[in-house]
Nanobody, 127 residues
Framework: QVQLVESGGGLVQAGGSLSLSCAAS????????MGWFRQAPGKERVFVAA????????YYAGSVKGRFTISRDNAKNTVYLQMNSLKPEDTAVYYC????????????????????WGQGTQVTVSS
């Protein structure tokens, strides 16, 4: 089993920045992909960003590309999401997720590809 714990959420004004962290514990899997998803009230959970095991491959949703940066530190079993130029529409609960192995690039943005999930952390961007 893998446990994921997010931290770093909070309230920020539009144009500001926040950094999220996700600490993983328990069993870890080589070639696993780590991702961030978000869910706004009354909406479905959607893909935000993901990063491959080595950290050299990253994926972003179009709505955050150029503003958000995902990174990981395998020595610390932690993945990060640096969020800059935040907008009110970025307001959501942000979830960290992990696959249990390799997945194809065409499956990266699907929540069904991920086997483990954190409890989520609230990000609120005021206008």
């Amino acid at each position: 089993q893998v446990q994921l714990v997010e931290s770093g959420g909070g309230l920020v004004q539009a144009g500001g920045s926040l950094s999220l962290s996700c600490a993983a514990s328990g069993r870890t899997f080589s070639n696993s992909l780590m991702g961030w998803f978000r869910q706004a009230p009354g909406k479905e959970r959607v893909f935000v960003a993901a990063i491959g095991w080595s950290g050299s491959t990253t994926y972003y949703a179009g709505s955050v590309k150029g503003r958000f940066t995902i990174s990981r530190d395998n020595a610390k079993n932690t993945v990060y999401l640096q969020m800059n130029s935040l907008k009110p529409e970025d307001t959501a609960v942000y979830y960290c997720a992990s696959t249990s192995g390799f997945i194809g690039s065409n499956a990266v943005s699907s929540s069904r590809s991920y086997d483990y999930w954190g409890q989520g952390t609230q990000v609120t961007v005021s206008s």
